[in-house]
């Protein structure tokens, strides 16, 4: 669990501290907001991720119930996406 | 100030640092603040303040979560309570719908202030058994206690109210911009039986888990704007490592008083933004 959410941690960090360099540099281009946006798009994937693993160690584990809870989550925030992008 | 200017963003990212240190030692994402802050410190227009609120209680809790205090989180209470919050946060909508902005922030500054006054009647009620052979049922927990130096044991009670606390909470979130473990960690602490140290890690790792919901929400709308962001979320980044340092040695009740102190003040704040 905590690789994961380091890595997510890590990557989306680096990736939004060269963009916001860039922006302040630079005339913001395209380019450089990509680059954050994507930043930011990991950040909010790492819960995610997170709670991903969560439920393979449930599994793992076969403590039913807990990935049961852990499915009903990821159908909840699914419901998130689908109001999003509607 | 000019919107996206160095100043500006600088000014964000010291917000997402409070953020970032608070969140590190009381388990909250700093939302609470930071909304107030970018609204009527910087001229924020609101849905762009509670996206990048939202983003900023993520970044505090991805740092809570693998940061030094992560041995303490309760990931499977944790899981049981995100159901609710992550409901909760779906109905936001409909809430939003039923009460004004007005209502709601009154409404969260009166249980901001009862709770902290709850708080502070219990700073002196332990909710670690110190007898580790004792079981800590399904949703319990064990850890090492400083304070004591041994291996101490927790129950979960009250977890219906718990449940409910957390669909409030969620409720909340999507609204008013936070992850709400300003609620969550006093309630776990207060009424739940989970002492402060595991209640607060925990809440952090759920705050995540909401404040995504909520995120996505905002970011589908084209309400995040990423320089803002990408600022408060760097903030983050700093604060919660300061943050990390400076309280490694903080005592249970010392942070009962501090996330008491903070409740007041939010419950200011809210007050405030009626009138």
């Known amino acids: 669990m905590t690789l994961v959410v380091r ?29 954050i ?12 991720a997170n709670l991903l693993v969560a439920l393979v160690d449930e599994t793992a584990a076969r403590e039913w ?22 | ?37 970018l609204t009527l410190a910087l001229g924020v227009p609101i849905r762009q303040a509670l996206a990048a609120s939202l983003v900023t209680v993520i970044a505090a809790s991805t740092a809570v979560t693998s940061g030094p205090s992560r041995h303490l989180i ?24 039923a009460l004004s902005p007005s209502t709601l922030h ?3 500054a009166f249980c901001t202030f009862f709770i902290a006054v709850v708080m502070m009647m219990r700073l002196d009620i332990r909710n670690v058994i110190l007898d580790p052979s004792v079981d800590p049922g399904i949703l319990g927990g064990r850890f090492y206690e400083e304070e004591t130096a041994r291996e101490v044991v927790y129950r979960v009670k009250r977890l219906p ?25 006093p309630l776990l602490n207060a009424f739940c039986g989970v002492p402060i140290r595991p209640a607060a890690a925990t809440s952090s790792f759920m705050i995540g888990v909401t404040a995504t919901s909520g995120a996505v929400i905002y970011y589908g709308r084209g309400d995040l704007m990423p320089a803002m962001a990408a600022a408060a979320v760097l903030g983050v980044r700093i604060g919660s490592l300061a943050g990390f340092r400076y309280t490694a040695g903080v005592g249970a009740r010392r942070i009962k008083q501090l996330m008491a102190a903070v409740l007041v003040v939010v419950s200011a704040l809210m007050f405030t933004r009626v009138w």
Do not use: D, Q, Y
């Open chain 2, 106 to 108: 009154v409404i969260f």
């Open chain 1, 7 to 35: 890595v997510g941690t890590a990557v989306s960090t680096t990736l939004l501290a060269i963009g916001i360099v860039l922006a302040l540099a630079a005339p913001r281009t395209r380019a450089t907001e990509a680059l």
């Open chain 1, 65 to 86: 119930a807990f990935v049961a809870t852990g499915v009903l989550v990821l159908a909840l925030l699914g419901g998130s996406l689908v109001v999003a992008f509607s």
């Open chain 2, 161 to 185: 109210l718990a449940l409910v606390g957390s669909f409030a909470a969620g409720n909340l979130s999507t609204l008013l911009g936070i992850g709400g473990g300003i609620m969550k960690v």
């Open chain 2, 1 to 37: 100030m000019p919107a996206e200017g160095v100043a500006f963003l600088a000014a964000v990212m010291g917000g997402g640092a409070l953020a970032g240190g608070l969140g590190a030692l009381l388990g909250i994402g700093g939302g609470v603040f930071l909304v107030p802050f």
């Open chain 2, 74 to 97: 309760n990931e499977r209470l944790g899981l049981v309570l995100e159901v609710a919050t992550v409901a909760g946060s779906l109905v936001g909508a409909v809430t939003a719908a």
């Open chain 1, 37 to 48: 946006t994507a930043g930011l798009v990991i950040l909010m994937a790492t819960p995610v």
